[in-house]
């Protein structure tokens, strides 16, 4: 799977877009039934998909609302955390979405994970392209990987991941033993 998002700002909450109120985020790990029924309003991936069945799959919600506004699979492999999918829920997209800064949050849990696993804050992703792997440099400060595996693989390092995650007020469980 290629990470094909939009990351539209960066902020350390969410931004009701048509107030500009300020809300608190958390986090958890999904159920079969928060995902189950996702494709048919309106979300693009299929999160059932049994190529993210190895992965942690986690929801973004605003603090005090189950409803979903991200979601991100990541998965730990090697020593790191790599990040499947990151999806922002249809009303958060477009020019008449609900909330803005969905993306960054998605992230900012993967870098969470990595440090849960005793990591440091080392993630890495597939771009989808190369306008998108240009977008991830610029907004996360990410940077494409040498390898065969993927032509726009890309990683984000210690001190951009700190820089993330120090933007971020978000709270959750990440549930790492």
Sequence with gaps: ????????????????????????????????EDVANLPANGWFFDWMDEELQKSN???LMVEGDNAIQGLVSAEV????????LVESAPHN???SKLYEGVGGHLFAIAIKLSIAN?????????????????????????V?????VHEYRMQV?????HKIIDEYTLAGDLNVE
């Design 1 to 32: 799977m290629k990470i094909d998002m939009l990351i539209d700002k960066l902020t350390s909450c969410l931004v009701k877009v048509a107030t500009g109120q300020v809300l608190q985020t958390s986090f958890s790990l999904v159920m079969n």
């Design 57 to 59: 799959i986690y929801k």
């Design 77 to 84: 492999i090697r020593g790191a955390v790599y990040v499947h």
């Design 93 to 95: 997209l477009g020019r």
């Design 118 to 142: 005793g990591f440091g804050v080392y993630i890495f992703f597939d771009a989808k392209n190369a306008e998108l792997a240009t977008h991830y440099s610029k907004m996360l400060g990410a």
């Design 144 to 148: 494409r990987l040498p390898t065969r």
């Design 157 to 161: 390092d210690e001190v951009q991941a």
